[in-house]
């Protein structure tokens, strides 16, 4: 039987909640860790969420979590300098294979990836690249209903014959309750924009509401 993967979510609130919840519905196992007690018990009724009460930047609470050897560690704090700290403690004393941290500052994305963090997220360039990928279609209210909660997060690889090869996002007439939050090319993780070009072996993140999902990966797969 294959082990579950297991990813460690460290700081925040609501973003750890949203992804807690996607994340153990995919088969994750799944651990949030927060230094506000109240916080921790809302998180702790998750079904199935692990929670560690304290500061997710000190070695002690991180070990007390069993993080040695995770899969994933997301550093979700409002600081960005927290978050640099949490993911390098993670990548290099206890062995996480891959570290992501949010970040508040774009200008700050490149020191990230220097200092060896894997994937780096920045809110502020997300929203911009959603708004310049569907700003065309003239409807942006309907990317962000107000109250969501029945979103999917989905991976789909680009193979070499799929539709999308080679195509522009913006000439892939995507459902509007559709968002491609990331491209993972390599060992680089791309912001994409309408103008992004998708190559055969892009890993695309896919952000969709419910019952969206599957139109989507059949237009970008053929599948």
Do not use: W
Not at 22 to 47: Q, R, W
Request: aromatic letters at 6%; hydrophobic letters at 40%; a neutral charge.
């Amino acid at each position: 039987m294959k082990t579950k993967a297991k990813v460690f979510l460290i700081g925040g609130f609501n973003k750890t909640k949203f992804l807690a919840a996607s994340l153990i519905k995919k088969g994750y196992m799944v651990t949030a860790i927060n230094n506000e007690e109240e916080k921790c018990l809302a998180l702790a009724a998750i079904d199935k969420l692990k929670v560690f009460f304290g500061d997710g930047s000190r070695p002690h609470i991180l070990e007390e979590a069993n993080i040695y050897g995770a899969d994933i560690a997301i550093a979700l704090s409002d600081r960005d300098d927290d978050n640099l700290v949490i993911c390098e403690l993670c990548k290099k004393k206890y062995s996480v294979k891959k570290t992501v941290a949010i970040i508040s500052d774009p200008k700050k994305t490149d020191f990230f990836y220097r200092m060896g963090i894997d994937s780096v997220v920045c809110a502020i360039s997300a929203v911009a690249s959603v708004i310049e990928q569907h700003a065309f279609l003239g409807e942006i209210s309907t990317l962000i209903p107000v109250g969501e909660t029945n979103i999917e997060i989905s991976q789909v690889t680009v193979s070499p014959n799929a539709p999308a090869a080679g195509k522009m996002l913006k000439e892939i007439n995507l459902p509007k309750q559709v968002v491609v939050g990331c491209v993972q090319r390599g060992d680089v993780s791309i912001v994409p924009r309408g103008d992004t070009q998708l190559h055969p072996g892009d890993v695309l993140i896919l952000i969709s509401s419910e019952g969206h999902e599957t139109t989507a990966i059949k237009k970008l797969t053929g599948g």
